[in-house]
């Protein structure tokens, strides 16, 4: 079965709803009955209970006060913050500029000794070069219509962060599919300067980068969304509309053993270089 980021999302907003609808059912109190006490439409109500409409403090308060569960409600406040920051829009977050992104996620960096990458779709940033990067970016730019286009900025700023896999006390294992070896996000120049740095950081003490090749029989695993894990803390996985940061130990444990099941389809040292140089040889 394949890893469902969203579904994760989903259902840690969809447990906070189910413990307030079991607060209402303990209470003795119909869906009307609730709104009314807590100063709202009944439709508020049903919105909350069906994970449709995320609860704010001020109506978590005001429904733990309504059932008599006042103790529950700080526990339940909690519980409803950390679930809605599982799901983070990626307009919201690109909404400062892609420069910005690339930022505030240096303090991750600097706090993360081993880093585990899986990409389906690309060169993972930690090894993206600066004229990657921008084509990436510049993509995302366009596709996300941001009213200010700073990916030249944002690329200068990936590689700057990139730089701490020649740091000491810090391990990088990177594992993506053949396919992106031959995706052409960017010129044939930029594309050759990007496969050629791959052999070169690849050869990194502290990075090991396997390649899935794309003949691989019998896999384990099908090609997965990209995912990111730091340390055993925190998973974040790459969505089209969202990234969504996983923290919950169970789920970190099925990224971890997926990322183990890929990695052990792919070829390392002698026979990822080969696969490199293949893709340099189909750019001409």
């Not at 120049?189 to 029989?217: K, R």
């Not at 923290?247 to 099941?261: G, L």
């Amino acid at each position: 079965m394949p890893i469902s980021p969203s579904s994760s999302a989903q259902a840690a907003r969809e447990a906070v709803a189910g413990r307030l609808r079991g607060l209402r059912h303990e209470a003795g109190l119909t869906v009307v009955e609730l709104g009314l006490q807590c100063g709202w439409h009944y439709s508020k109500t049903s919105r909350i209970e069906n994970a449709v409409t995320g609860p704010s403090a001020k109506d978590i308060r005001a429904w733990c006060k309504a059932t008599g569960a006042v103790d529950q409600a700080h526990d339940l406040i909690v519980q409803s913050i950390n679930a809605e920051s599982m799901y983070r829009e990626w307009r919201q977050q690109v909404r400062a500029g892609l420069r910005q992104l690339q930022d505030n996620r240096v303090g991750l960096y600097r706090e993360t000794q081993l880093f585990r990458v899986y990409s389906s779709t690309l060169v993972p940033g930690l090894l993206q070069t600066e004229g990657y990067a921008a084509a990436v970016l510049g993509i995302a730019a366009r596709a996300d219509e941001l009213p200010v286009d700073d990916s030249a900025e944002a690329a200068r700023a990936r590689v700057e962060r990139s730089r701490i896999i020649h740091e000491p006390g810090r391990h990088f294992v990177l594992v993506v599919e053949e396919s992106v070896l031959h995706y052409r996000l960017g010129d044939a120049d930029a594309m050759a300067a990007q496969l050629g740095h791959l052999l070169t950081a690849g050869a990194l003490p502290a990075v090991s980068l396997g390649i899935i090749p794309m003949a691989t029989g019998g896999r384990a695993r099908w090609p997965e969304e990209t995912f990111h894990v730091y340390d055993d803390s925190l998973v974040a996985v790459e969505l089209v509309s969202a990234q969504i940061n996983v923290t919950q130990p169970s789920e970190i444990e099925q990224y971890v053993k997926a990322f183990e099941q890929l990695r052990s389809m792919a070829v390392y040292g002698a026979e990822a270089r080969a696969l490199v140089l293949r893709a340099i040889e189909a750019l001409h």
